[in-house]
């Protein structure tokens, strides 16, 4: 602002004029031409009385003017606003700043960030002219961020134009589906878990799929759900988990994880025999358990006793079929090809192992995991063959004879032959299911079997001092 002051006569006068805001010295000037004047930065808003004091000179008397009434009016502003990331994910951190200009000095006083007409906390003071503000409450929508400076004493307030923020969801750091048992058994319960893990810990819903068919749903607690179906049936199922989403992360569908069931073995007979007889010719035999044959049960050796009920000429309506519980070639996790001699295996997938030999094979030593052998020609078991623990399972299917000749032997599993199974060594310790479609031979001596023996034509007891035990829980098919 400029203050001028003019003095007139003649000669020209000439000297010193003092300016006062009222009472107070605001500046001083020479007259040059009977004029002169003063800038003024420094008057506060509000009303001001501005008088001019002339000191004289050798021809004029000192003299003061009549006041003048100034009025200054706060100066304007500008708030620029920007917002760091943007687009930013639910739950990161975003950095609003204002900027706040003007043509007096550097602008004091606080912002209020505002999302629409809602207050982003409380109004952040101006350092420098800058107030920031850090945010990581911002739910996953399109927000319209202004910045609104409040104004001083110097300055009137602004608003920053609006800057659409746009915060989006994100996925869930892990997301995975367990099926238990798998291999499963029709008509048995199967559970399947999802788990879904992040930061916060993933809320909502899981559908879960059978392919394209709706099998259940549920509802996640900290971050886990789980169903539990009886209703699948024999073959295999792809299983998929499309979790719903929620307010921090995005819907989203799992990977496939496929689920293979196996139809139940029924029987509840220690040795059963389809269209051929049952035939016991061997001496000191002790079953425990029932028998049967669709034909007649021939018993030619002495000292047979059968602690269990025995049963003759009437077909069984529940008379297992094979082919529904061996796996596809198709599903194998390895090929080898010729015949091969294996000592032992180890089978490091949780799903289990399908090891598909496309010659002869013959074993011995112990498995380690949940093991299908399908052997395109004989499979001879040499030694001991069984699990190395509880998790691991042996399962041998052979599309010709399964044969186990030695003696003194601990042999543990699930055994199925096409044609043949023969077990001619003594002293054999057998624990499982032991099923052939044509004949199953047992001509060794000595021998203990826990679990059951089925052949859907013809079963022979040769040998003597063997035991027969029905026991339901080795003969399931895993």
Not at 9 to 18: E, F, H, L, Y
Not at 56 to 85: C, E, M
Not at 312 to 318: A, S, T
Not at 442 to 469: D, E, H, P
Request: hydrophobic content about 40%.
């Amino acid at each position: 602002m400029t203050v001028s002051v003019t003095l007139t006569g003649s000669p020209t006068p000439t000297g010193t004029v003092n300016i006062y805001d009222g009472a107070t010295l605001i500046g001083t000037c020479t007259l040059v031409a009977g004029s002169c004047n003063i800038s003024v930065s420094n008057l506060s808003v509000g009303e001001h009385s501005i008088t001019a004091q002339y000191v004289g000179d050798a021809t004029y008397f000192a003299a003061t003017s009549g006041a003048t009434s100034l009025t200054i009016n706060q100066a304007a502003s500008s708030t620029v606003l920007a917002v760091s990331p943007n687009p930013a994910n639910v739950g990161g951190s975003v950095s609003l700043t204002a900027t706040i200009t003007g043509t007096v000095g550097t602008p004091t006083g606080t912002v209020q960030f505002m999302d629409g007409v809602n207050p982003i906390g409380a109004p952040v003071a101006l350092v420098a002219g800058v107030a920031t503000l850090p945010v990581g409450t911002l739910p996953a929508v399109a927000h319209s961020i202004t910045a609104v400076y409040n104004g001083n004493a110097t300055y009137l307030g602004s608003t920053s134009a609006r800057v659409t923020l746009n915060v989006n969801k994100i996925n869930a750091a892990t997301f995975a589906v367990a099926v238990s048992p798998n291999p499963a058994t029709a008509g048995s319960p199967v559970t399947i878990t999802v788990t879904l893990t992040g930061s916060p810990t993933p809320t909502g819903t899981v559908n879960i799929y059978d392919g394209v068919t709706l099998i259940g749903a549920c509802t996640l607690v900290a971050g886990t759900c789980n169903i539990s179906v009886s209703t699948l049936t024999a073959g295999t199922h792809t299983i998929t988990a499309q979790y719903q989403g929620d307010a921090t992360y995005n819907a989203a569908t799992s990977g496939p994880t496929v689920l293979v069931v196996q139809s139940a073995v029924v029987t509840n007979h220690v040795l059963l025999a389809g269209s051929g007889d049952l035939e016991i010719s061997g001496s000191d035999v002790a079953i425990v358990g029932n028998i049967h044959s669709n034909k007649q049960v021939k018993v030619g050796g002495s000292k047979v006793s059968v602690n269990g009920t025995q049963t003759q000429g009437v077909p069984l309506v529940n008379l297992p079929t094979m082919a529904a519980h061996v796996p596809s070639t198709a599903a194998a996790t390895q090929t080898l090809a010729g015949d091969r001699q294996l000592n032992g295996y180890t089978c490091t997938l949780s799903a289990g192992c399908v090891v598909w030999v496309k010659g002869k094979l013959e074993i011995t030593g112990t498995v380690t995991g949940k093991v299908w052998f399908l052997v395109d020609k004989e499979a001879i078991i040499k030694g001991s063959l069984k699990p190395a623990n509880a998790a691991s399972q042996v399962n041998i299917y052979s599309k010709l004879n399964i044969e186990a000749g030695d003696s003194k032997v601990e042999i543990q599993g699930v055994f199925l032959a096409e044609r043949e199974l023969k077990l001619s060594g003594s002293e054999q310790k057998l624990t499982g299911l032991f099923w052939a479609k044509l004949l199953v031979d047992i001509s060794g001596s000595s021998s203990a079997l826990n679990g059951a023996v089925i052949s859907q034509v013809l079963l022979k007891v040769a040998g003597s001092n063997n035991s027969f035990t029905y026991n339901a829980a080795v003969i399931r098919i895993n």
